[in-house]
């Protein structure tokens, strides 16, 4: 099973899975959450950001505690809900913030929320989200999916801050680079598959399994994200590309571009990051030069590699006749283009 598990999230040619597919188990759950959405957001004000929620969004957050709690013995379904909409208002409030942060114009195709109502909203409303979500959390009444959720944005407001410090270090490692996605992205999907779990009725290990899965998982799945920053469509991505390296942050390929380049080379190429110069010309540069010199591929691999590694995290545990799912979660990462 586990050869044939990595085989399948490997064979990007073969398989053109998309997130709805892997999906379908938890489809009415993810229909449940958006209804549980829009009755928390009954102020006229909440409401302006419904469009966010709504407009194409992957949803993968909320589905993971759906399918995580799924795959156990006894899951309490409209606690299920009710902790997969608090993660998808808590994903909502990061993504207006970091919108904020990164000054992108667009989000899912849409313009940002502070592009549309301003910054002064934008930042009271990610405030007014995450109140909403640990609203709901507290009436679940159960202390170890509140101390996850906790824990877990002080791991995404850590990442972030990380993220802004190494914004323009040319000198940033590997090392340091996971220790920031692990915080901003890994933390959050490891999360929603513990809280799904421990609503599951799990027991230990599989909760320990569940968790390692979509910490994994979400390691693999920002690598991609940072990869297609430079390769992506931004029609099909529904944001802006190229945006990372705009404002100074060094993602995975281009950390493995500086390692690829001569000092001379490396110094004559960034220059402009030197100097916080980093304009279009040069950003298409750097992308160009980690397109050809194969620091994005190498990237991409290193991605692959972890999303087999959350497979190998679940061959050995019982998954409620789920296992394909899991399995076409794995090669819808490594082939998305959006």
């Given at each position: 099973m586990t050869t044939r598990v990595l085989k399948t999230a490997g064979r990007r040619s073969q398989q053109n899975v998309t997130l709805e597919q892997a999906l379908v188990p938890v489809e009415e759950g993810l229909q449940a959450v958006t209804d549980r959405i829009l009755s928390q957001l009954t102020d006229p004000v909440a409401r302006t950001v419904?469009?966010?929620?709504?407009?194409?969004?992957?949803?993968?957050?909320?589905?993971?505690?759906?399918?995580?709690?799924?795959?156990?013995?006894?899951?309490?379904r409209p606690a299920l809900i009710d902790a997969a909409t608090a993660v998808e208002l808590i994903h909502t409030a990061t993504l207006i913030h970091d919108d904020i942060i990164d000054q992108?114009?667009?989000?899912?195709?849409?313009?940002?929320?502070?592009?549309?109502?301003?910054?002064?909203?934008?930042?009271?409303?990610?405030?007014?989200?995450?109140?909403?979500?640990?609203?709901?959390?507290?009436?679940?009444?159960?202390?170890s999916v509140m101390q996850v959720m906790a824990d877990i944005c002080q791991q995404l407001c850590r990442g972030e801050l990380r993220e802004v410090e190494a914004r323009y270090r040319l000198d940033l490692?590997?090392?340091?680079?996971?220790?920031?996605?692990?915080?901003?992205?890994?933390?959050?999907?490891?999360?929603?598959?513990?809280?799904g779990a421990y609503l599951g009725g799990c027991a230990p290990e599989m909760i320990e399994r569940?968790?390692?899965f979509g910490v994994t998982f979400g390691l693999g799945f920002q690598i991609i994200d940072d990869c297609l920053d430079l390769t992506g469509d931004q029609r099909e991505l529904g944001k802006s590309i190229l945006s990372d390296l705009d404002k100074g942050a060094l993602s995975l390929p281009i950390i493995y571009l500086t390692q690829m380049l001569s000092a001379r080379e490396r110094d004559r190429l960034f220059a402009p990051l030197r100097t916080h110069a980093t304009d279009p010309a040069f950003v298409r540069r750097v992308a160009q030069a980690a397109r050809s010199s194969g620091a994005v591929?190498?990237?991409?691999?290193?991605?692959?590699?972890?999303?087999?590694?959350?497979?190998?995290?679940?061959?050995?545990?019982?998954?409620?006749?789920?296992?394909?799912s899991y399995r076409q979660l794995a090669a819808y990462a490594v082939s998305r283009r959006s």
């Open positions: 419904v469009y966010l929620i709504t407009a194409g969004g992957k949803r993968l957050r909320p589905a993971l505690v759906l399918l995580a709690g799924a795959s156990g013995p006894t899951p309490n992108s114009p667009l989000r899912r195709s849409q313009p940002a929320f502070h592009h549309r109502w301003g910054t002064e909203r934008a930042v009271l409303m990610g405030d007014y989200l995450y109140a909403t979500a640990f609203t709901l959390l507290a009436r679940l009444n159960v202390p490692t590997e090392a340091e680079y996971f220790d920031i996605i692990r915080d901003k992205t890994a933390s959050l999907i490891g999360g929603c598959c513990r809280s569940l968790t390692q591929a190498k990237a991409q691999a290193r991605a692959r590699e972890l999303i087999r590694d959350s497979q190998e995290a679940l061959a050995q545990i019982p998954l409620n006749g789920l296992k394909r």
